[in-house]
């Protein structure tokens, strides 16, 4: 079994594929389970459920990623195996549109004071008039020679220390949460995402938690204890370290353990669907948590 757990298509505002393409690049890369878990929305996973009815050799697995908040912290849930005929999505996805639309002017204010400045009109034209996410703000700083003398925008520039995956940079350097053009969103309080998840039948698990809490990785057993089915141990995010110490939390407490690329296109270059770290000590468990996910009716 080679499974992707966490793939973002084009009906997340930062992905860049779309569902047919995707599926013919999880045959090319030999992954035959897989999950579109595009932010706070389910249309990909609708689209995918469709598309892979016909296909025995491809499982697919129903996902959403849930923008939450847990004690001050943001952080991402996954739902996988939810249930895609009700409304609390939609309804979700509409508000966090809403939410990060009225965000959008205080992002590019605190920008412009840090001395980057970008015209607004062009940003939403861009966007489609949807909210502008940080990697289309940096894609649309970069893309313009006037702003390439910018010394603050050097950093991303070819051959500069943060052009191996610019725009994804730009976002974790400047619009990321504590960081300097970043805006506090008011997302759900992470109980209520998993009720949720698991009010649309769905199995909670915590995405990249080494990302969120780095430093502070003890919290992350919170998380578990608050009803969180799982984590997604194996990413692109984690540490050595950090793989270790969530692989054995989790199979201590008998959790589920999950795997995920993170894959977006071009605003995560270097990141390809079915590609992240793995330790082979943990693999069994890992399938084993796999297979239960796929067979949630026994889980």
Known sequence: MKADMHIHSSYSNDGEKSIPEIIRMCSVNQVNVFSITDHNGIKGAR?????????????FIPGIEIDCNYQGTDLHLLGYQIELNGDDFERLEQKVERLYLEATPLMLQNLGKLGIEIDSEELMQRSGGNPPT????AEVLLENP??????????????????????????LDFMAQGKPAHVEINHMDFKDALEMVRSNGGIPVVAHPGLNFRGREELV?????????????????HSGEQTAYFADLIRKRGALMTCGSDFHGKTKPLISIGQYGILEEF?????????????????
């Open 47 to 59: 689209e995918a459920t469709r598309l892979c009815a016909a296909q025995k050799e491809l499982s």
């Open 134 to 137: 940080g990697e289309l703000i």
């Open 146 to 171: 006037d702003h390439h003398t910018n010394p603050k925008l050097k950093p991303y520039l070819s051959g500069g220390h943060r052009s191996d995956m610019p725009l994804i940079n730009f976002y």
């Open 221 to 237: 057993a919170e998380l578990l204890e608050q009803g969180a089915s799982g984590l997604e141990v194996f990413n692109n995010y």
């Open 283 to 299: 693999r069994p468990y890992l399938n084993q948590s796999l297979e239960k996910i796929l067979n949630f009716s026994i889980y």
